[in-house]
């Protein structure tokens, strides 16, 4: 699990219209040094091998086509980086 830290278009009157970006990290404390930070948004599931700035590695979840089943991914996973 991660946290989530979205990114939103605004339109000209200064109003969030649409998420175009996510950026992840390893916690609350981490995604706080975003500038797009605005609350705590959960824990959230990731689905590409992703790095938190801090240099922390997160799980992220992937579909095994052999199983036809999501499994979790591990940053000790020797896999970790392969997508599929």
């Known amino acids: 699990m991660s946290h989530r830290v979205e990114i939103y278009d605004?339109?000209?009157?200064?109003?969030?219209?649409d998420v175009i970006g996510a950026n992840y990290y390893c916690s609350d404390?981490?995604?706080k040094q975003d500038p797009d930070y605005s609350?705590?948004?959960?824990?959230?599931?990731?689905y590409s091998p992703v790095?938190?700035?801090?240099?922390?590695?997160?799980?992220?979840r992937r579909w095994n086509y052999l199983t036809n089943k999501e499994?979790?991914?591990?940053?000790?996973s020797p896999d970790y980086w392969e997508a599929d």
């Open 51 to 60: 790095k938190c700035p801090c240099g922390e590695l997160l799980e992220w």
């Open 39 to 46: 609350g705590w948004n959960g824990c959230n599931d990731v």
């Open 71 to 76: 499994e979790r991914v591990s940053p000790e």
């Open 29 to 31: 404390m981490c995604a």
């Open 10 to 17: 605004v339109d000209d009157a200064g109003n969030e219209v």
